[in-house]
Nanobody
């Protein structure tokens, strides 16, 4: 089973940028980013298909966030620009390994999750 770990979170102000990184122990079909506020369910943010590098984004982050990969390093990044207070959440990197068909935007399609990294955006 692939293990993943996120990094790069922090506290920023509205309009600032952050770049999250996810290191995976191995290759999986899809990699995704989700976020969660305390007491809430995971919200889809972005996903990437290793083969071809096709990306998928939630409507709330389109045009602001960019997901990318480095196949040689088994890493996935999430560049977040134009951050807003509503982006505040714990961000999780996740790997999909059960053969789900693209596109994958549901949490149940991902089986390996990192511990999360906090992103806080103030006004």
């Amino acid at each position: 089973q692939v293990q993943v770990a996120e990094s790069g979170g922090g506290s920023v102000r509205s309009g600032d940028s952050l770049r999250l990184s996810c290191v995976a122990s191995g290759r999986s079909d899809f990699m995704g980013w989700f976020r969660r506020d305390p007491g809430k369910e995971h919200e889809f943010v972005a996903a990437l298909r290793w083969t071809g590098g096709e990306a998928l984004y939630a409507d709330s982050v389109k045009g602001r966030f960019t997901i990318s990969r480095d196949a040689a390093k088994n890493t996935v990044q999430l560049q977040m620009n134009g951050l807003k207070p509503e982006d505040t959440a714990v961000y999780f990197c996740a790997a999909s390994e059960y053969g789900w068909a693209w596109p994958t935007r549901n949490s149940y399609e991902y089986t390996s999750w990192g511990p999360g990294t906090q992103v806080t955006v103030s006004s």
